[in-house]
């Protein structure tokens, strides 16, 4: 998304930082080398499981894996 469309944030009314756009950039790039769809809202619903799993594992909540 990032890098098909630099101004993604501005076309979605979001703005984010630096990192996380090298982050959903690294998962665009993922997605297409795994022929999964590129969606914004696919590769935000991977940003958001990694994120949960993360939580979960610190122990910060709790939740299935």
Known sequence: MTKEH????KQ????LNQETMELVS????????TNQ???LSS????AIS????????EGTIYGQK
């Open 12 to 15: 979605f009314g979001i703005l």
């Open 6 to 9: 630099p101004d993604a944030p």
């Open 26 to 33: 690294e998962i665009q790039e993922f997605r297409e080398r």
């Open 43 to 46: 590769i935000v619903e991977d």
């Open 37 to 39: 769809p590129t969606t």
């Open 50 to 57: 990694v994120y949960h799993d993360r939580l979960v594992e």
